[in-house]
Nanobody, 127 residues
Framework: QVQLVESGGGLVQAGGSLRLSCAAS????????MAWFRQAPGKEREFVAS????????DYSDSVKGRFTISRDIAERTVYLQMNSLKPEDTAVYYC????????????????????WGQGTQVTVSS
């Protein structure tokens, strides 16, 4: 069984920064793809960023590219999301996700490859 625990959310003013962390425990390969998604009230859960075994494999949604950075510490089994230049439209619950048996059939931007999810952490950006 795999558990993902997010932390680091909070309230920040527009233009500010936050760093989210996602600590993984249980049977999960260190190279397993992991991602961040977010869900605002009344909206569907949307892709934010994903990462495979190395930072060179990072991918971002257009809305956060250039402002957010995903990274992972394999030894610590932790994935991070550094969020800079935050905007009010970034307000959402942010979820960490892991794909324990990624086959490559589905895009890592979709929900389908991920079989483990964290409980979510709230990020609120005030204007």
């Amino acid at each position: 069984q795999v558990q993902l625990v997010e932390s680091g959310g909070g309230l920040v003013q527009a233009g500010g920064s936050l760093r989210l962390s996602c600590a993984a425990s249980g049977r999960l390969f260190s190279s397993a793809p992991m991602a961040w998604f977010r869900q605002a009230p009344g909206k569907e859960r949307e892709f934010v960023a994903s990462i495979r075994s190395s930072g060179a494999s990072a991918d971002y949604s257009d809305s956060v590219k250039g402002r957010f950075t995903i990274s992972r510490d394999i030894a610590e089994r932790t994935v991070y999301l550094q969020m800079n230049s935050l905007k009010p439209e970034d307000t959402a619950v942010y979820y960490c996700a892991a794909s324990s048996h990624y086959s490559g059939i589905y895009s890592l931007r979709s929900l389908r490859p991920y079989d483990y999810w964290g409980q979510g952490t709230q990020v609120t950006v005030s204007s």
